[in-house]
């Protein structure tokens, strides 16, 4: 099986521009998770998607938000960019009970200029 | 709310030799235990998990943690490193029991193991 894929892999923006991430889940896979990863607040937990409806939320802003077509695949989407938000975005699937494994992409890292 | 702690920022140490890195946890609720590792400009890998039942789990490059629920606690350990092992570990919580969704997954901020040969 094709594991988790996330493109862009590497994205520079400005500040103030807006950016749509996409993140392709395991065949059969039907809940998507996006998680933040900076030097200075480690791993934090974005959203949750399963079955095309948001199913869980962190405590990040509304400039910060997310869809799930439906089969599967997942966008983020990060509105009036800035400086802070340069992070690498991880994405996670797994398949739908709360035993099962959340098998993560290799994120994108976005830059903020 | 819960929160992980990993007590250690970075752990160096030599080839062959042991290592522990500590994770502590607190939550009012039970929860699924996770180690995951980062290689450089990679994401995360699932090392082992604890859900339920026994409380010593194992992965298969050799590692292994035990869940102790009186000093809330999911240390991980190898007897002996190798050099590959050089990577960063996060250790993770979630709480199983809410919406069963496993999706919020709360990270510990990750210990850099380094070993030297």
């Known amino acids: 099986k094709a594991g988790v894929t996330q493109t862009p892999r590497y994205l520079i923006k400005t500040r103030g521009q807006q950016v749509t991430l996409s993140c392709s889940p395991i065949?059969?896979?039907?809940?998507v998770s996006w998680y933040q990863q900076t030097p200075g607040q480690g791993l934090q937990f974005l959203f949750e998607?399963?079955?095309?409806?948001?199913?869980n939320k962190g405590n990040f802003p509304g400039r910060f938000s997310g869809r799930q077509f439906s089969n599967s695949r997942s966008e983020m989407n990060v509105s009036t960019l800035e400086l802070g938000d340069s992070a690498l975005y991880l994405c996670?699937?797994?398949?739908?009970?709360?035993?099962?494994?959340?098998?993560f992409g290799p994120g994108t890292r976005l830059t903020v200029l | 709310a819960q929160s992980v702690t990993q007590l250690d920022s970075q752990v160096p140490v030599f080839e062959e030799a042991p290592v522990e890195l500590r994770c502590n946890y607190s939550?009012?609720?039970?929860?699924?235990l996770f180690w995951y590792v980062q290689y450089p400009n990679q994401g995360l890998q699932l090392l082992l998990k604890?859900?339920?039942?026994?409380?010593l789990v194992e992965s298969i490059n050799g590692f292994e943690a035990e869940f102790n629920k009186s000093q809330t606690s999911f240390h991980l350990r190898k007897p002996s490193v190798h050099i590959s092992d050089t990577a960063e570990y996060f250790c993770?919580?979630?709480?199983?029991?809410?919406?069963?969704?496993?999706?919020?997954?709360?990270f510990g901020k990750g210990t850099k193991l380094s070993v030297k040969p």
């Open positions: 939550s009012s609720v039970s929860v699924y």
């Open positions: 993770a919580v979630s709480d199983g029991l809410r919406g069963g969704s496993q999706g919020n997954l709360i």
């Open positions: 996670a699937s797994s398949s739908a009970s709360s035993t099962d494994t959340q098998y």
């Open positions: 065949s059969g896979h039907r809940s």
């Open positions: 998607y399963f079955s095309e409806t948001q199913r």
């Open positions: 604890y859900l339920s039942g026994s409380t």
